[in-house]
């Protein structure tokens, strides 16, 4: 009797957490909310027989609205190599309470811009390190929090290739943005 009653309390567990795995898949994760935009970002700069060449790579989403929005998150790795093997790389996790569409002073037309904080990767980044990371993004000397900042990345749906910017000083690689706008369902 005992083995057929923990028989039963077996399927009937294993039952249950198919059942739980099953309704947990099935709800769609809404961690940063609602994403109005998307946008991927990638440029690599070598100038060469210098030795030297930085780079970056990542996304973006921008969340509570169309035009500008309360909620925005971006995911980005940077690196810089300098002569002598020198350099550095990192991530940065950047949190944004506010963003808008705005025109910068880089480039004649809407870009993303967005204030709030981030958190640079790894822990083992020297302070010098850790301040060119953030300024590399942010130019806000060095300061894990920022107002305003231009992303640069193109306030309109499309592919955009900016290579002819990299010629211009005297670099080789390549300066990109693939932006996509999420329809209201």
């Excluded at 769609?28 to 790579?57: E, H, I, M, S, V």
């Excluded at 992303?151 to 943005?177: Q, S």
């Amino acid at each position: 009797m005992w083995k057929r009653l923990r028989r039963v309390l077996l399927i009937l567990s294993a039952a249950a957490v198919i059942a739980a795995a099953g309704a947990v898949s099935a709800t769609p994760a809404r961690a940063y909310g609602k994403a109005n935009w998307q946008a991927a970002l990638t440029g690599t700069f070598t100038f060469p027989t210098t030795g030297f060449g930085f780079g970056f790579w990542g996304w973006c989403d921008f969340a509570g609205g169309v035009t500008s929005g309360d909620d925005a998150d971006c995911e980005l790795s940077e690196y810089m190599h300098m002569p002598k093997g020198t350099g550095w790389t990192c991530e940065l996790s950047v949190d944004a309470t506010a963003w808008d569409q705005s025109v910068g002073d880089f480039f004649p037309f809407p870009t993303f811009h967005i204030t709030g904080s981030l958190v640079v990767h790894p822990a083992s980044l020297t302070a010098s390190e850790k301040e060119a990371c953030v300024n590399f993004f942010t130019n806000s000397g060095g300061s894990t929090t920022f107002t305003d900042i231009d992303t640069f990345i193109p306030a309109a749906p499309g592919h955009y290739d900016f290579g002819d910017v990299v010629t211009l000083f005297g670099a080789v690689g390549e300066f990109n943005f693939t932006v996509k706008q999420i329809p209201s369902r």
